[in-house]
């Protein structure tokens, strides 16, 4: 089951801030964020690994709530760069030494000037 | 730097075809991964692989066939192609690891099913 992202879309202008939600209906022991840009391929973003842990990428952080199944993105002083659709996947453990992701349908973020 | 290389961008076929996507990785990493993009749907996973002949079913495999026989190489196999399997097709690859490791992606096969 695919984890749940809001909104699904977001237009913000440039310096304007934003935050982009993940929740899951499973639980969740690792989320994985990604932005992928109109016509390219998704890239990384950032991996939070443990509940309550926050990480920051320039002015793009994460925090997660494991007890409430929730991830958030927060963008901050936003950019032109920033547009595109952002991802979240939820990590799940194969149990044959590996792992696989269930993305979310995606956030359509468009930064204006 | 990682390089994930998908042997086509655009693909035409026809309805009955049988269809070979290529993934090919450098950077010697166990996983590899295929999804399908559609709009609205996001990233679902068909078919991932931890090791050399090794695969499991993702999140909708029915349709879809996969095959590992060398590490860097990963295929998608269609074998009697849809219109229903008109779609963007990514591939992915990552080191070992159990969930804390980064996917790099391929530039997507866009696959149209006449």
């Known amino acids: 089951q695919q984890p749940v992202q809001s909104p699904q879309a977001v237009i913000l202008r440039e310096g304007e801030d934003a935050v982009i939600n993940c929740s899951s209906s499973k639980a969740l022991y690792s989320v994985h964020w990604y932005r992928q840009k109109h016509g390219e391929a998704p890239v990384f973003l950032m991996i939070?690994?443990?509940?309550?842990e926050q990480k920051g990428h320039d002015k793009i952080s994460a925090s997660f709530n494991e007890k409430k199944q929730q991830s958030s993105l927060y963008l901050t002083a936003s950019q032109l760069s920033y547009s595109g659709t952002y991802f979240c996947?939820?990590?799940?453990?194969?149990?044959?030494?590996?792992?696989?992701?269930?993305f979310g349908k995606g956030t359509k973020l468009s930064v204006i000037p | 730097d990682v390089k994930v290389t998908q042997s086509s961008r655009y693909l035409v076929k026809r309805t009955g075809e049988k269809v070979f996507l290529e993934c090919v990785q450098d950077m010697d990493h166990e996983n590899m991964f295929w999804y399908r993009q559609d709009p609205g749907l996001g990233l679902r996973l068909i078919y991932f692989?931890?090791?050399?002949?090794m695969k499991e079913k993702g999140d909708i495999p029915e349709g879809y066939s996969v095959s590992r026989e060398k590490k860097e190489r990963f295929s998608l196999i269609l074998e009697s192609a849809s219109t229903n399997q008109t779609s963007m097709y990514l591939c992915a690859s990552s080191p070992w690891g159990l969930g804390g490791e980064t996917q790099y992606f391929g530039p997507g096969t866009r696959l149209l099913v006449l």
């Open positions: 996947g939820r990590c799940r453990d194969t149990g044959a030494g590996s792992y696989q992701l269930t």
């Open positions: 692989s931890y090791d050399v002949k």
């Open positions: 939070l690994l443990k509940g309550g």
